[in-house]
């Protein structure tokens, strides 16, 4: 298996441009996991999905951030408008039937400029 | 609700000396346990789990970690730290048969020097 694929690995734009990060989780995962990890706030569960649904959001730092999971195999992080304070990696995480052990992709490090 | 306390933020060892970092949980029932390794520039990667059984835990690159639930402990611990240990140590754990998804600590930075 390929594990956690994300994409970009970087991204580095100006403020207020729109980011899109993407999530494929690995094959047979019910659930996935966004991560947001930055020195100053260690690492911060933004919001995770079982079965395509959102199930706890309270984690997304504000209507700024989206997330979708149209399908089992894809998930978007959308941040529109960015911010500089946005700048940190943030990590797409899965794992299978019944919350357990969650295997991380290698995240993406996003700069706003 | 759960949580998880790793004590100290940074953690130095000398090349070959004993790696001890410490886990300590909040729940009333035991929970499952995990630590997570993260090397540089990378995700976080599973080096063990406790869920049942054995209470001394083997994981990779030769640590292992004992449950104690007296203690309400998941220490983790390598006996000859290697310069490649390097990295930062999340401990995480997760409620039994529950419906919340694994709360991690804060991290430990494990430097080792030469």
């Known amino acids: 298996d390929a594990g956690v694929i994300q994409s970009p690995r970087h991204e580095v734009t100006e403020m207020g441009q729109e980011v899109t990060l993407r999530c494929k989780p690995i094959s047979g995962h019910d659930y996935l996991f966004w991560y947001r990890q930055t020195m100053m706030r260690g690492l911060e569960l933004l919001i995770y999905?079982?079965?395509?649904?959102?199930?706890?959001d309270s984690g997304m730092p504000e209507d700024r951030f989206s997330a979708k999971m149209p399908n089992a195999s894809f998930s978007t992080l959308k941040i529109q408008p960015s911010e500089p304070r946005d700048s940190a990696v943030y990590f797409c995480?899965?794992?299978?039937?019944?919350?357990?052990?969650?295997?991380f992709g290698p995240g993406t490090r996003l700069t706003v400029t | 609700a759960q949580s998880v306390t790793q004590l100290g933020s940074h953690v130095s060892v000398s090349e070959g000396a004993l790696v001890l970092l410490r886990c300590n949980y909040s729940?009333?029932?035991?929970?499952?346990l995990f630590w997570y390794v993260q090397y540089p520039n990378q995700g976080l990667q599973l080096l063990l789990k406790y869920t049942t059984g054995a209470t001394l835990v083997k994981g990779i690159n030769g640590f292992e970690a004992e449950f104690k639930k007296s203690e309400t402990s998941f220490h983790l611990t390598k006996p000859s730290a290697h310069m490649s240990d390097a990295a930062e140590y999340f401990c995480a754990v997760i409620q039994r048969e529950g419906n919340t998804p694994l709360v991690f600590g804060k991290g430990t930075r494990l430097s080792v020097i030469a």
């Open positions: 729940s009333s029932v035991p929970p499952y």
């Open positions: 995480a899965s794992c299978g039937t019944g919350l357990s052990e969650q295997y």
């Open positions: 999905f079982n079965n395509n649904v959102p199930i706890d």
